[in-house]
C-alpha cells in the first residue's frame, strides 16, 4: 500500500486548504482512511477518518464543523477540506490506513502552516 499526501502549505487564519492523498496499492473496501496531524512538540492526534465502502465519517472535536474528509473512488483518493483554520491547526498532516483496529500504513506528511 502506498500513501501520498500533498496539498500543505501556508495559510492565514481564517482560511481554507484541501489535502489530497492519492493511495495505491490494493483495492480499499474494506478500508478506513484517516488523516492524523502532529504539531512540534506535541504528539500525533487523530483528526478524521472516512469508511471507503459506505464513506462513514468520525472527526475529532477540534475540527468538528469546520474541517470535511471526503473520498473518490474512482481516484483512489481521499481528501481533507480544512476551513477556518485557526494557527493552532499548524502541523504536519498524513494520511493512513487500516483494515482492522490499528492504522498501520502511512504515507509522508505535508505541512501546513496557518500564520495569525
Known amino acids: 500500500v502506498q500513501l501520498q499526501a500533498f496539498g500543505g502549505g501556508l495559510v492565514q487564519a481564517g482560511g481554507s486548504l484541501r489535502l489530497s492523498c492519492a493511495a495505491s496499492?490494493?483495492?480499499?473496501?474494506?478500508?478506513?482512511m484517516g488523516w492524523f496531524r502532529q504539531a512540534p512538540g506535541k504528539d500525533r492526534e487523530f483528526v478524521a477518518s472516512v469508511r471507503w465502502g459506505d464513506s462513514s465519517t468520525v472527526y475529532a472535536d477540534s475540527v468538528k464543523g469546520r474541517f470535511t474528509i471526503s473520498r473518490d473512488i474512482a481516484k483512489n483518493t481521499i481528501y481533507l477540506q480544512m476551513n477556518s483554520l485557526k494557527p493552532e491547526d499548524t502541523a504536519v498532516y498524513s494520511c493512513?490506513?487500516?483494515?482492522?483496529?490499528?492504522?498501520?500504513?502511512w504515507g509522508q506528511g505535508t505541512l501546513v502552516t496557518v500564520s495569525s
Open positions: 496499492g490494493r483495492t480499499f473496501n474494506n478500508y478506513v
Open positions: 493512513a490506513a487500516r483494515k482492522g483496529t490499528e492504522y498501520n500504513f
